[in-house]
């Protein structure tokens, strides 16, 4: 069972590795990197922060400083929350590098070696290699256009001979299946962790790119529904609306849960970087954030629109998909029979690509979709990158068909 493991291990690790070299290939059109877009960062506005800071804001800047966080960011961040409907009261939040790192620290916190974490199939890839990094037992659960599949939660829970440690979803805008959970999913999901003990890492970090200000009251999170039975841990991320660059992201947990991630947090790096914290609680503080949400949420919608119109008239009819109501990503359905990594294998050649099924699968087995992330994508490449795509698509059902006859 272990060496398994081990060898899934080292694949979505190297996924994650082969990603972020694609993503930032300069001559291919590439619908890989779930990245924002390069041309769209809040570079001026950024600029003007910095340049206004007092001197002895700036040099507080290069110190080190509370593990926990920046404090006037923990304010701003109350705030923020707030406005999503989360009542701070008796939580506590903790700032992180990267929302990747709260995964990790949470993972540390609560997960030995083949302890039991349960994910959706498909799973965020980067929360899967910290999962199988400490050697947890991983069991997935498929999800639909709704969320997960209640029943199959249900009896994945009842089958399991020992309790997991936590229930690892992203709800909003999910990665890589752009969907999101409707509010009576959100609630059946609650329904059958309650009681159980089994804690809920609920991964938002998509929720502010909706393209539709009506379905604003969609992206509330779970963690705000107010149930007290079942253990929330919230994560953040300030990576997709104001860029990964920052490295920086958070999470709200119980007092108790806050205080051992912070020890953990002490020995990964002390704290995070306080000059981009002080940049961030200036955007929050200065009331810059809702207006460049504004013209993100107008930029992607934009690029969607485009991704989609090309898609339907470019892809053939075996190939289907859900329209994203937020968020980055197009996630296609192939038929069973086509395999995304042998598609992949043709579309490099021609200099585009994306992101295979199997890598999202935490068996690495399941192989007949593939996400388009069309955030980062020059909207001129859009058309011609599904052109590519299409014909390739269209060749290997023409290759099945002759198979089969
Ligand atoms: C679902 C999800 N969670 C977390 C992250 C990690 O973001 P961060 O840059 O904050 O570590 C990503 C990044 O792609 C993501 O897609």
């Not at 752009?178 to 999913?185: F, L």
């Not at 009331?287 to 339907?312: D, G, M, V």
Request: proline share 5%.
């Amino acid at each position: 069972m272990y060496a398994f493991s081990n060898a899934v291990n080292s694949m979505h690790s190297e996924d994650v590795k082969r990603l972020m070299k694609q993503a930032s290939g300069k001559s291919l059109i590439s619908f890989a990197g779930g990245m924002p877009n390069n041309d769209l960062f809040p570079v001026k506005q950024i600029d003007e922060i910095y340049n206004s800071l007092p001197e002895d804001t700036k040099k507080l800047g290069f110190q080190y400083g509370p593990t926990s966080g920046y404090p006037p960011l923990i304010k701003s961040l109350e705030s923020y929350l707030k406005n999503k409907g989360l009542a701070i009261e008796d939580n506590k939040i903790l700032i992180t590098t990267g929302s990747l790192q709260a995964i990790s620290i949470i993972t540390q916190e609560f997960v030995n070696e083949g302890d039991i974490i349960l994910t959706e199939n498909p799973c965020f890839v980067g929360a899967l290699s910290v999962f199988e990094t400490v050697g947890a037992e991983i069991h997935s659960i498929p999800i639909d256009k709704n969320g997960i599949d209640i029943n199959a939660l249900k009896s994945k829970i009842e089958s399991l001979n020992r309790k997991p440690k936590f229930l690892y979803v992203t709800p909003n805008y999910h990665n890589p299946a752009g969907i999101i959970y409707t509010p009576e999913r959100k609630k059946q999901l609650l329904e059958v962790l309650s009681g159980t003990g089994i804690i809920l890492l609920e991964d938002d970090a998509y929720s502010d790119l909706y393209f539709n200000e009506d379905e604003k009251h969609l992206i509330k999170p779970m963690k705000s529904f107010g149930v007290k039975d079942v253990e929330i841990i919230y994560t953040g991320s300030f990576s997709k609306i104001l860029g990964p660059g920052f490295r920086l992201g958070f999470m709200l947990s119980s007092e108790e849960i806050f205080e051992k991630a912070e020890t953990v947090k002490q020995a990964l790096d002390a704290c995070t970087s306080n000059f981009m914290q002080i940049l961030a609680n200036e955007f929050l503080a200065q009331q810059k954030l809702e207006p460049y949400l504004t013209f993100l949420r107008s930029e992607y919608l934009e690029r969607k629109n485009l991704l989609q119109k090309h898609l339907e008239t470019y892809m053939p009819k075996e190939i289907t998909w859900n329209e994203p109501k937020g968020g980055f990503y197009i996630w296609l359905k192939l038929p069973p029979h086509i395999k995304s990594t042998d598609i992949f294998k043709e579309t490099v050649t021609k200099g585009v690509v994306f992101v295979t099924g199997r890598t999202f699968d935490p068996a690495s087995r399941k192989d007949d979709r593939l996400r388009l992330a069309f955030s980062n994508m020059p909207k001129d490449d859009i058309e011609k990158g599904v052109v590519i795509l299409s014909e390739t698509i269209k060749k290997a059902l023409k290759t099945s068909e002759a198979t089969i006859q």
